[in-house]
């Protein structure tokens, strides 16, 4: 399984770290692309991270998911980027699975590809998601091709259910149990 993670400056540092952690201890092929058009970019806790590819530099075919980390970013830079409603509209087109987590879900959502479905989103952003089932007081939703986490609590749990997703969940429960030993 290969999975593209799309960052921005003002990313939620756990949300990326955790999250990739889990899947990269499962030997699954994780490529960090830079939205920012430069390799070097800015986390909301003013740690700088040297990401592995530019946008421009990878074709969105190979790829079996897309993951996108929040926070501040996701909402002031990556909003407001054509190139991140051409990655969440190739990756839905194509039947491949979307994930996003804390403020992230609703640049899936805005789009209207949350309509009809269940999802959690950080507290406060349910308001720019179109339609859709709202699950407040869950930390982590999938539904059909989309899992959503709602803040940088459940990034542990997001890799987990990327795992179960692509896996089943008996190398779910195998993993986790890998991670608390």
Known sequence: ????????????????????????????????????????ILSKCGIKYYIDKLYQDIDLDDYDF?????GPGSFKILAFMNEINQAINYFYSHDKLLCAIC??????????????????????FENSIIGGNYLKDQG??????IITGKSMYFSIELGLKIIEYFYGEKEKIELEKSLRQ
């Open 66 to 70: 897309l993951f996108i980390p929040g």
């Open 1 to 40: 399984m290969k999975g593209l993670v799309l960052v921005g400056d003002y990313f939620e540092d756990t949300e990326l770290i955790a999250t990739i952690d889990v899947l990269k201890r499962h030997n699954e092929d994780i490529t960090l692309v830079s939205m920012m058009k430069r390799h070097e």
């Open 140 to 145: 982590i939703v999938q539904d059909g091709k």
């Open 103 to 124: 403020a992230a879900p609703m640049l899936i959502g805005r789009l209207g590809y949350l309509k009809n479905k269940n999802y959690t989103v950080y507290p406060g």
